[in-house]
């Protein structure tokens, strides 16, 4: 850009700044205010970056802003402004264009920028621009901390900027032609660094303690600094070559005179005896041209080996898409006093500098204190500084900070990081290869120098080195990271250094790997494997599967095997048993069936120690009611509770039906649910090495070798050794039997300078001799090469063809007989148009082959072309297809509702009658939200007792224990959330379907407590707990409950709105007795719920509790010792229509009361008929003390009666009350009174005095 084209504003601005006479630059008066404009400027330039554009052909920063800071340094107003000014007009081009531009117009102004930096770090090539630099740093670095001002600090910050600016910016490839140990820019910026001192204080800052915040800066300038640098270079420099470089440059040497002296032979051999003019035309027989004549050839003889078919054709363009990645610029050695200087850096910032500094920046980006992308400089830094290390007389305590199993980690992460984002963010895919193949360079010098360790004369070393290798060879993930950057390579993302680096890294690692293997007997490593469950029916039979002679066998065995134990488990089965899922959407307190149903399968499988240690896990889980036993239980008491849970009939999810669930015909496919299992195994390298038996890995290799005589022989002898391990130590040398392998054999042995590759031509003859030896006896062998082969193609092609119907995928398919098939296509036709809902489920019976599944009949008569799709024949589902109900059916359904809400069996009444069919779940929640129900256990099936029942005619010659016994639920313990189990079973049955049978639990718990505990011990009342509670101190916290109950009631009475409400304890002396086990039981006698999980703190009064409720808990919390007094002699004078709580007194009096509690019942049911037990005996529902419904009880007409109540053989910890809680306590409170919500933990007998007279 000229500069009569600059703006005349900038260009005013630009004049005001001063002008240089000979060496002198004079400032005008106006100098600081101009450049402050030409910051405002720069702030407001636009897309194209105009302003930028016409200082930098300007030439402002040469011929101003330099001459300023060099100078006018003195004027530190003015020096910080042209510091601001520089640092924005160097920032690189790729920061102020976002990214390079794909529009032609906006890439010219691209270059055009990227052009005037390249000639500002020209003219900063200069030791007195440093020298002004170091000497202000130097400065300002002097002053402590509590000196500095946030001005300097800001000027510190902007130096190590610009230098870092002036450094970034790329060299002229048109104008920097130079040779090697010529100076370039760069090296010449380098030197004057070097001159001025700022090295030494970039090494300052990298290992002051005070100067940690700069370390960041510092790393980047470093980094910068040894841009085109490599590290054996550095090392070698000033040295002598030793013998080992001049043998190797000898070898270079040789095989370059060999070749060129191999093409002079070719080309006398093809020069003719005759003049060119007499080369004569020739026939190729055999060889068809364009037409049906053969090709005539114009030309010598001695040429027509070089003949192809594609001479004079367009070279086919390939798509922008599908090209290589191409290669970063190389390397190029600087001048020998640059190199000599970066030498001595290096050995200085390792030994003062490298550890603390690599430490502040791996802390910072693990703290995300970095900018994005921030890591590279820290990956370039390991890989640099190690291999510096490495070559310079290894030292590992130089580099101890990367030296790490954290650095390891840290690398794989990235490398899994950067190739997921090479994936998804395509239009940036190049970039993140690049930083991928950063990280990979970074991970090989970490196994570079572990190796180094190994070899080291340190014991203390080489003992580390074998810690690192045993933790790298053990994981999973470093083990295998290799494998897949092979099988994952796309040679249009990643450039073909990076796979060499790969496969040198890949050579290496397998090195290290086989020689640590080699020096132990066996080597266990940990292995992740993927689990799938597929979606099958149980195998293993239940306990009503197994007949009982086959149960006492199973029950034989487990109780042998445990009391060989003495009970005892050992510490692998305690900790590894665990009884429920935490990762499952189920609710934990109902995994509690599930967690039954587990120690039953145990049981089963006669794995007697697991299901112990199982039952002691569910008991710390669920200790609720002892389901599980007691705390304290005894040996003897769990092997009898073990063989209960073994004979109980428990429920199980049904299993998956035979039906069609696949889409597309993919019959094969079944559900899958997949969960990684990690465990140790021993460690086989030879199969380890099978891994890399695949085409997706050996490609790889061969496009690397195609360029063999571009690659070094160390790369070579990587890709050799490689192929030499899958064709020889595996013997799976038909994997390289393809077309463009033996091609490039063929180059390779055709090569004038083959005698430079003897590994490669030894091993190219030893594969094409077992081809041709295997083709002598396989006529297909040539075939075959036209295609990559999997390791089960190529053992085919060696071994032998398996016929159409061996393999093990043709027996997994049912064969079907043309007999068969005929009786399938006739029944089919015969049922077609019979408008049956599922033409499967009426074929299966009728066919001659009753084996057949439905999976196999829908897979036949697709194959048979009777349906076009699996979809046409899919089993559809109850219910699944009614979503919607109409006002028809919601008419339909409440008068079902009004119909049989009276009998004992609502929700099984109404599937029967309901027209639209729907599941059992489905009906329950459209009750719910009619508001016909307010609780679903309301639907429940009630359970009546049966005077019928043989046996009870005989009651009066039973004993106590014998008829109580018999009675209808038992009078033992049922577990908290007995309901809720029913209740899940009730969602998952299918219609039509009763729920005839208990909870599993509850039914062994039964027979455990019946023989376990006698009936003589009984609960205490409520009353007796309020007692209890208050001569324990505990008067406060029982007003303060009373309180919230009636409160809450006065606030549903008021505005209608029933919600749970939290009890929130806002004294010491209420959160005291809030966490008190005998204040708790209190709450949940009186229906209060307490936390459902984890994400619930308080207790809560239960939306379903009414007003009359509240109050009628409140008033019994009120009872004082008086009222408690008077109570105890209700079993002599009953209050009529009241029910009696009796509270145990003494052995004496319980056994009394007992015996007039089984007279009163034993003379009702002699008196009593069977039809009339309905209408006189009522037993209390089990309802839960967290969510129980609100029942209203019906007008009784019955003027008179007394209750006598049965206490069950509970504790008073586990055993709630059931009573009633209205408002009145009259004669007539039955009316309208509701029972409170309470657990049933005992029954009533109801018994009409009216009868009793």
């Known amino acids: 850009m000229d500069l009569y084209v600059m703006n005349c504003e900038l260009l005013a601005t630009c004049s005001a700044l001063g002008y240089l006479e000979g060496d002198t630059y004079h400032k005008e008066p106006d100098c600081l205010e101009s450049v402050k404009d030409l910051i405002r400027y720069l702030r407001h330039e636009d897309d194209t970056r105009d302003t930028r554009q016409q200082l930098g052909a300007g030439q402002i920063l040469q011929n101003d802003l330099l001459p300023i800071i060099t100078q006018h340094s003195q004027d530190k107003s003015l020096f910080d402004a042209c510091i601001r000014l520089m640092v924005n007009l160097t920032q690189p081009a790729l920061l102020c264009f976002g990214k390079v531009p794909d529009d032609p117009t906006v890439r010219h102004h691209f270059l055009e920028v990227v052009s005037y930096l390249q000639a500002y770090k020209e003219a900063f090539a200069n030791e007195k621009v440093f020298g002004v630099l170091s000497e202000t740093l130097y400065t300002l670095l002097q002053l402590d901390w509590e000196q500095r001002q946030e001005e300097d600090n800001l000027l510190i910050e902007r130096i190590l900027l610009l230098v870092r600016n002036v450094l970034h910016v790329p060299a002229d490839p048109y104008e920097e032609k130079n040779v090697d140990d010529d100076a370039s820019v760069h090296d010449k910026l380098l030197w004057a660094i070097h001159m001025s001192g700022l090295d030494d204080l970039i090494k300052f800052l990298a290992s002051a303690q005070s100067e940690q915040q700069w370390s960041m800066h510092v790393l980047e300038v470093i980094s910068l600094m040894f841009r085109d640098q490599t590290p054996e270079l550095l090392v070698s420099a000033g040295q002598a070559r030793s013998a080992q470089e001049k043998q190797r440059d000898a070898q270079e040497l040789e095989a370059l005179r060999q070749k060129e002296q191999a093409e002079k032979r070719s080309r006398t051999l093809q020069r003719g005896t005759r003049h060119s003019r007499f080369g004569g035309s020739y026939v190729v027989q055999g060889l068809k041209s364009i037409g049906e004549k053969d090709v005539i050839y114009h030309r010598g003889l001695h040429n027509f080996k070089n003949y192809t078919h594609d001479e004079g054709k367009a070279v086919r363009r390939v798509p922008k898409r599908k090209l290589h990645a191409r290669d970063s610029e190389g390397k190029r050695r600087s001048a020998l006093n640059v190199r000599l200087f970066l030498r001595e850096f290096c050995m200085d910032f390792l030994e003062n500098c490298y550890n603390r500094l690599m430490y502040l920046v791996k802390e910072g980006l693990i703290r995300e204190q970095a900018q994005q992308h921030d890591e590279t400089y820290y990956l370039w830094a390991l890989s640099f500084f190690m291999a510096f290390n490495r070559g310079n007389g290894f030292r590992a305590d130089l580099v101890s900070e990367t030296m790490s199993i954290r650095a390891f980690h840290f690398i794989e992460r990235n490398i899994t990081n950067y190739y997921e984002m090479m994936l998804t963010d395509r239009k940036e895919a190049s970039s993140w290869s690049r930083r991928m193949h950063l990280a990979l360079k970074a991970y090989q010098e970490l196994l570079l120098t572990v190796n180094e360790m190994d070899r080291s004369r340190d014991e203390d070393i080489r003992q580390s080195a074998n810690v690192i290798k045993s933790n790298i060879f053990y994981l999973m993930e470093y083990r295998e990271i290799f494998l897949t950057l092979l099988r994952k390579f796309d040679e249009t993302k990643q450039p073909r250094t990076f796979l060499r680096d790969l496969v040198e890294s890949t050579h290496l690692f397998l090195r290290m790997l086989e020689r640590f293997c080699k020096g132990r007997n066996n080597l266990v490593v940990q292995r992740k494997r993927v689990k799938r469950k597929k979606s099958k029916g149980r195998k293993n039979p239940t306990a009503a599967e197994t007949t009982p002679e086959e149960l006492e066998e199973t029950w034989g065995a487990v109780a042998e095997e445990l009391r060989a134990t003495s009970f005892q488990l050992s510490e692998a089965l305690t900790e590894g048993a665990v009884p429920f899922d935490a990762a499952s959407e189920t609710p934990l307190e109902e995994q509690r069936t599930e967690a039954m149903v587990r120690v039953q399968d145990t049981l089963l499988n006669r794995l ?55 889409e597309d015909g993919e019959l094969e496919e079944e559900e899958e649910l997949e969960s990684v299992r990690v465990s140790e195994t021993e460690f086989n390298f030879l199969d380890f090495i099978k891994r890399f038996a695949n085409p997706n890995v050996v490609r790889p290799y061969l496009l690397l070798l195609r360029s063999y005589s571009q690659n070094s022989p160390h790369t070579n002898h990587c890709i050799t050794r490689m192929l030499h391990r899958l064709a020889v130590d595996l013997k799976m040398d038909a994997l390289l039997f393809q077309l463009s392998v033996f091609c490039l054999f063929n180059k390779i042995l055709g090569d004038p300078a083959s005698t430079a590759y003897k590994e490669l031509v030894t091993f190219a003859k030893f594969v094409l001799n077992r081809f041709f030896a295997l083709a002598a006896k396989n006529n297909k062998a040539f075939v075959e090469l036209l295609f990559w082969k999997s390791v089960g193609a190529a053992r085919e092609m060696t071994e032998g063809y398996s016929k159409p119907g061996e393999g093990e995928e043709s027996n997994k398919k049912a064969k079907w007989t043309p007999e068969e098939e005929d009786e399938l296509r006739t029944l089919y036709e015969e049922h077609r148009d019979s408008e049956v809902p599922d033409i499967v489920e009426t074929l299966l019976p009728l066919l001659s082959n009753t084996t057949r599944t439905r999976r196999q009949v829908v897979a036949q008569l697709v194959a048979m072309g009777l349906v076009d799709s699996v979809k046409d024949l899919k089993k559809q589902r109850k219910g699944t297809r009614i979503v919607l109900w109409t006002e028809e059916q919601e008419e339909e359904l409440q008068m079902l509702f009004e119909e049989f809400r009276d009998s004992d069996d609502v929700l099984g009444n109404i599937l ?108 205490a009342s409520l009353r007796t707990m309020v007692y209890t509670l208050r001569q324990e101190g505990m008067s406060g916290p029982l007003l303060w409950l009373q309180n919230c109950l009636n409160r809450t009631a006065d606030h549903r009475e008021e505005e209608g709105l029933f919600q749970p409400v939290p009890i929130v304890p806002l004294t010491e002396e209420n959160e005291d007795a809030m966490e008190k086990k005998s204040f708790q039981r209190l709450l949940r006698k009186i229906g209060v719920r307490a936390p459902a999980d984890e994400q619930e703190s308080f207790w809560r009064i239960p939306a379903q509790m009414r007003p009359s409720q509240l109050r009628g808990a409140a008033e019994v919390l009120s009872h004082s010792q008086d009222a408690l007094a008077a109570g105890a002699e ?124």
């Open 912 to 1019: 029967k009658k309901v027209t639209a069919k729907r599941s059992r779940a489905r009906m329950v929640e459209k009750l719910l939200s009619m508001g016909l129900v307010s609780d679903r256990r309301e639907l429940h099936k009630k359970r009546r007792r049966n005077p019928n029942a043989p046996g009870k005619s005989a009651a009066m010659g039973m004993t106590e224990e014998e008829f109580l016994a018999h009675l209808p639920g038992g009078l033992t313990e049922e577990p908290m959330d007995e309901e809720e189990e029913e209740e899940e079973e009730d969602e998952e049955e299918s219609e039509g379907e009763e729920l005839e049978r208990q909870a599993p639990a509850a039914r062994g718990r039964k027979s455990w407590r019946a023989e376990r505990e006698s009936m003589v011990e009984k609960n």
């Open 608 to 662: 007697g120690p697991e299901a112990l240690g199982l039952l002691r896990a569910a008991r710390e889980v669920w200790p609720e009611g002892d389901v599980f036993g007691s705390a304290d239980v005894e040996p003897e008491e769990e092997l009898e509770l073990l063989k209960q849970i073994l004979i109980a009939n428990l429920p199980r999810p049904p299993p998956p039906e035979p039906g069609m669930e696949e």
């Open 1130 to 1253: 209700e079993w002599e004078q009953p209050t009529p229509g009241s029910p009696i709580q009796e509270q145990q007194q003494g052995e004496a009096d319980s056994h009394e009361q007992r015996a007039q509690a089984l007279r009163a019942l034993l003379l009702a049911r002699k008196m009593k008929q069977p039809s009339a037990s309905a209408e006189h005996t009522d037993f209390t529902p089990v309802e839960d003390s967290d969510s129980a419904p609100q029942r209203s009880s019906e007008k009784k007409t019955s003027t008179k009666r007394s209750r006598v109540v049965l206490d069950s053989d509970e504790d008073e910890e586990d055993s709630p009350l059931t009573m009633d809680l209205g408002a009145d306590g009259g004669a007539d409170s039955d009316t309208d009174a509701h029972s409170a919500p309470a657990k049933r933990k005992r029954q009533r007998v109801l018994i009409d005095d009216d009868e009793d007279d």
